[in-house]
T-cell receptor, first 114, second 111 residues
Framework: DAMVIQNPRYQVTQFGKPVTLSCSQT?????MYWYQQKSSQAPKLLFH???????NEADTPDNFQSRRPNTSFCFLDIRSPGLGDAAMYLC?????????????FGPGTRLTVL | KQEVTQIPAALSVPEGENLVLNCSFT??????LQWFRQDPGKGLTSLLL?????REQTSGRLNASLDKSSGRSTLYIAASQPGDSATYLC??????????FGKGITLSVRP
């Protein structure tokens, strides 16, 4: 089945220790997104790629970076995690942009910062 | 700035009841609207997508409607079952397919 895969499902890191979260997709979609969802809150878009074009949200902290080496993979790098970065990180994809484009989400990676 | 509101935050109903979940948004210039389901500790499952040119979409026991002019959408669930217990999120799609989410409604269906 075509899908969005996130690894690992659970990640524990120490305060200030860099961490990388991974997302891959078999849907061959052009657009990949990273969302942050804190407990009992709405998911919040951090950034997205349309093919190789990177689009950062204005309020995304510089501590968060992303890489998309090819169509299938996208990575979220947190350079110096703080306690406030503990959250569920959700990856999503869509075929393109515009009204007909449905977003499909992966299972998420829950990040704990000690 | 788009804001999406879902009220109430939680809802408990007996099994078999038909129910309506509400979603409101402030900016009617939207591309689409998606309803998602989220089980505890899990990712989001897309339920329905309504394009801005559409008024409603149906999938099985689910029916979603969209009224752009009034900034409202509803998700109708027919004959609710305990397996429908989850959090339901409404998300409004804007430029560059950016989704703005509501906080969700946590539904509990009692056997």
């Amino acid at each position: 089945d075509a899908m969005v895969i996130q690894n690992p499902r659970y990640q524990v890191t120490q305060f200030g220790k860099p961490v990388t979260l991974s997302c891959s997709q078999t849907l061959n979609h052009n657009v990949m997104y990273w969302y942050q969802q804190k407990s009992s809150q709405a998911p919040k878009l951090l950034f997205h790629y349309y093919d190789k074009d990177f689009n950062n949200e204005a309020d995304t902290p510089d501590n968060f970076q992303s890489r998309r080496p090819n169509t299938s993979f996208c990575f979220l790098d947190i350079r110096s995690p703080g306690l406030g970065d503990a959250a569920m990180y959700l990856c999503a994809t869509s075929r393109g942009e515009g009204q007909g484009n449905e977003q499909f989400f992966g299972p998420g990676t829950r990040l704990t910062v000690l | 700035k788009q804001e999406v509101t879902q009220i109430p935050a939680a809802l408990s109903v007996p099994e078999g009841e038909n129910l309506v979940l509400n979603c409101s948004f402030t900016d009617s210039a939207i591309y689409n609207l998606q309803w998602f389901r989220q089980d505890p500790g899990k990712g989001l499952t897309s339920l329905l997508l309504i394009q801005s040119s559409q008024r409603e979409q149906t999938s099985g026991r689910l029916n979603a409607s969209l009224d752009k002019s009034s900034g409202r959408s509803t998700l109708y669930i027919a004959a609710s079952q305990p397996g429908d217990s989850a959090t339901y999120l409404c998300a409004v799609g804007g430029a560059n397919s950016k989704l703005t989410f509501g906080k969700g409604i946590t539904l509990s269906v009692r056997p």
